[in-house]
């Protein structure tokens, strides 16, 4: 994703670190999903607002030669920076104005891209629409209403300098068009959409060591800047921080991650088969 609507800008250097502090945390929980769901070979994926690609590049491997992966973003540099197999197409699509690749498909996958654009609902729906009979969507988004500060321990004499920066961040992210309570809603428009076998679960990296302070240190890089121009932190405090962070002297935790599944119902002539 990319675009002065968002806030954290693949455009940026920065997000080299955050594709790499993600994957490092949430890839396993992720394709565990795909494991789940027989992902297997000869199947046609769509991974939609791919980033550093580590699950398209998943996915690769999975669906085998005879499949088919095709990676989209609105900014794809960092896609075409890695080397790829055959089997995966790399597109540049804006999702908010461009139909989705041409479908029909096994599996459609989104991480933490919902979550960031008004138009979220229409675009679940093109999701849904794009599906073959019998194929799945998994939508994973971060429910931030959940936890209500980043770290394991609020009663460390650093709380309200950090408890104040992750409220910033918050707040920059909703006057972007973030909703940041929508992830669990996931359930309920799955099968509003017409999926059935919907179900959900939520995941927490409750102590993620050295990735989860590098995925924080690049959140508050790429808001530093107006955190302090809307006077929610100043900049000796966030350099204060950022000190401790680099120190490992705190711990963030992540937002609670909502994994939400739904299948399209099979045709009544495949359901005869």
């Known amino acids: 994703m990319s675009g002065s609507g968002y806030l954290f800008d693949n455009q940026d250097p920065e997000a080299a670190d955050r594709f790499s502090a993600l994957a490092s945390l949430l890839d396993p929980w992720t394709t565990s999903h795909f494991e789940r769901l027989d992902v297997d070979e000869g199947w046609r994926c769509l991974e939609v607002g791919a980033g550093g690609g580590s699950i398209a590049a998943w996915l690769g491997r999975r669906v085998g030669r005879s499949g088919q992966v095709i990676a989209t973003d609105l900014d794809t540099r960092w896609l075409e920076s890695r080397s790829w197999d055959a089997n995966v197409e790399i597109r540049a699509n804006d999702l908010a104005a461009d139909p989705l690749p041409e479908g029909p498909f096994d599996l459609i996958h989104e991480r933490l891209v919902l979550i960031h654009l008004a138009e979220r609902e229409s675009i679940l729906r093109k999701m849904v629409g794009a599906l073959r009979p019998g194929g799945w969507l998994l939508a994973e988004d971060f429910d931030n209403s959940v936890v209500t500060n980043a770290f394991i321990d609020p009663d460390a004499d650093e709380d309200d300098v950090r ?3 992750s409220r910033g961040i918050k707040t920059l992210l ?6 940041l309570n929508f992830a669990h809603t996931l359930p309920r428009l799955l099968r509003e959409n017409g999926l ?5 679960t939520g995941f927490q990296v409750v ?3 050295d990735a989860m302070r590098a995925l924080f240190r690049v959140n508050i890089e790429q808001s530093a800047d107006q955190l302090v121009e809307q006077q929610l932190v100043t900049r000796d405090e966030l350099d204060g921080f950022l000190d401790l962070l ?10 609670l991650l909502v994994s939400a599944w ?7 002539d495949e359901r005869s088969r």
């Open 163 to 165: 408890t104040r920066i």
């Open 207 to 209: 102590d993620g060591g």
């Open 174 to 179: 909703r006057q972007r068009g973030a909703d």
């Open 246 to 255: 680099d120190a490992g002297s705190v711990d963030p935790s992540s937002p």
């Open 196 to 200: 059935v076998h919907v179900g959900a």
């Open 262 to 268: 739904g299948q399209r119902p099979l045709d009544a």
